[in-house]
């Protein structure tokens, strides 16, 4: 069965960096589109991030544009979040998530748009 596993999260002072990766499995990985998403203690999970299954299109909410980067490598069956400048209200579970059939430039950027969830990571700024 598909399997997404997030790390790379942690304690880090604001200003910090950090990069979190998700390893998925039980799928074609290059067909998925990707997402980041992170969710808040009282607040909805938000999209953060997304990369086409194709990866020539991005997309980044605005409250991180310029301060982070997605990627992926298809030869890893691995996506990644390089977060810099890292601010209290970054603070969060980072969740990844993988969904397929897709136009080679769609990137998705709600929840519902993604079947695949992995069990998320903390990441912790501190101010």
């Known amino acids: 069965q598909v399997q997404l596993v997030e790390s790379g999260g942690g304690l880090v002072q604001a200003g910090g960096s950090l990069r979190l990766s998700c390893a998925a499995s039980?799928?074609?990985?290059?067909?998925?589109?990707m997402g980041w998403f992170r969710q808040a203690p009282g607040k909805e999970r938000e999209v953060v991030a997304a990369i086409s299954w194709s990866g020539d299109n991005t997309y980044y909410a605005d409250s991180v544009k310029g301060r982070f980067t997605i990627s992926r490598d298809n030869a890893k069956n691995t996506v990644y979040l390089q977060m810099n400048s890292l601010k209290p209200e970054d603070t969060a579970v980072y969740y990844c998530?993988?969904?397929?059939?897709?136009?080679?430039?769609?990137?998705?950027?709600?929840?519902?748009?993604?079947?695949?969830w992995g069990q998320g990571t903390q990441v912790t700024v501190s101010s």
């Open positions: 998530a993988a969904d397929q059939d897709w136009p080679a430039q769609a990137v998705g950027v709600l929840t519902y748009e993604y079947a695949y």
């Open positions: 039980g799928l074609t990985f290059s067909s998925y589109g």
